[in-house]
């Protein structure tokens, strides 16, 4: 048996929905308790499949993690393994990420190469490199990679190509247990990032410029337990926001700092939509026709490409033909052809995809085959005429987190169900 998602579209969404912790912030903020043997409590960490890896993940590593609600309290007195299998890095890529606090606190660590997905190639060769320059030894076997700092780490000068958000996060974490001055430029910028530096220095480390693309970090020879609450998931929200300009509605979304957007909300605004900004939360309201626009992901403060997929959905009804252009990854543009399912007009030609507004979406089964295009083609199921299936769920539940009752409450109309028992009567144990 299979879940999949009925949606029933054409209501306009209206109403209030409040974001949770952001996924995004929550995964190197968990990982990055393995720098200690303190206790760290963090609290708004959505219940999610990937947050729940994570937490398996370190429980592997010698972690006591318990949970009270949306609260997760970890300690890891001491490192009892240094390897992450091919299994918990494939399942979760952010798992990568514990090379840094097992290499500074534990000085050696075996952890499986993440590999590609769907999305692009997704290379971590900027992680190893700032890895080498902070006297880290390390080669590559059978698909591991095995790496090793018989003296510890030190601090290092280290210039980033390309500001990597999963590279940027791992620097941070191995030069906060590493003492000494560390300077890292060239550093991804988005709010996640500002998150786990908080956090370490809440730990005991002193790191200045986060947020910025030059970062520096006074690491210590030990860092101690803290508690944090994560940053709202602004990725979500833009889905939500998305969500009620595509079916003609109005949605605020609550418990997000607007800055957390970058070019975002410009975008909104450059299609038409009414937008407006509290201290902790954005509405947007459609008040006439969807234009069309031409943009481009980028890292942060420009548009993420975490939600290029549901904004191509919301493009898709615009009066005209839009562009745009993803820099981030090569691949990502699967939802393309589910899109076209439901009636969309969608060329890709290389890294750019040209939209041609259409009048109107019709309902269909699709399937969502990553976490962005799984929201990216329920929000076109909530645009469209009639009723759609959306399959492969578990993507979606990587990342949103109360899907439906969160929908439901802004008037969608939208159930999860379970593949028809009978369509398996035959096929055995
Ligand atoms: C993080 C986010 C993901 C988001 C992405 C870009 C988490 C858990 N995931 O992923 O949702 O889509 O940022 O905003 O926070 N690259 C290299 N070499 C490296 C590392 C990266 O070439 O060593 C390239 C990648 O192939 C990709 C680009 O840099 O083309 C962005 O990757 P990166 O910023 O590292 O993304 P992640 O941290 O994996």
Known sequence: MSEFIEIIGGTPLQGRVTVGGAKNAA???????????????????????????????????????????????????????????????KALRASFWVLAPLLARGRAARVALPGGDLIGARPVDLHLEGLVKMGADISLKHGVVYATAEHGLRPA?????????????????????????????????????????????????????????????????????????????????GTYLLAGAMTGGNVTVDGIDPMFFGSFLEILTSMGLEVSCGETSVSVRRNGPLRPVHVKTAPFPGLATDLQAPLMAALTLAEGTSTIEETVYEGRFGHASELARLGANIKIAERVVTIEGVQKLTGAPVDGLDIRAAACLALAAL????????????????????????????????????????????AGC
């Open 27 to 89: 995964l190197p903020l968990l990982i990055s308790t393995l720098l200690t043997g303190e206790e760290c409590s963090l609290s708004n960490v959505p219940n999610l499949t990937d947050t729940s890896l994570v937490i398996h993940l370190l429980e592997q590593f010698g972690a006591e993690a318990s949970y009270d609600g949306n609260t997760v309290v970890v300690r890891t007195p001491r490192l009892v393994a240094t390897e992450a299998s091919y299994s918990l890095v």
């Open 157 to 237: 000068m280290i210039d980033l190509r390309f500001p990597s958000v999963g590279a940027t996060h791992q620097l941070i974490m191995a030069a906060s247990l590493t003492p000494g001055v560390t300077v890292i430029k060239g550093c991804a910028r988005e709010p996640e990032i500002i998150a786990l530096a908080n956090f370490l220095n809440g730990m005991g480390a002193d790191i200045q410029g986060a947020g910025g693309s030059i970062v520096e970090i006074r690491g210590r020879s030990e860092l101690s337990g803290t508690s944090a609450n994560l940053i709202g998931d602004r990725i979500e929200a």
């Open 383 to 426: 645009a469209a005429e009639g009723t759609s299936e959306l399959h492969e769920v578990h993507h979606l539940r990587r990342g949103y987190e109360h899907f439906e009752r969160k929908m439901s409450e802004l008037g969608a109309r939208l159930w999860s169900r379970i593949s028809d028992p009978e369509d398996f009567i035959f």
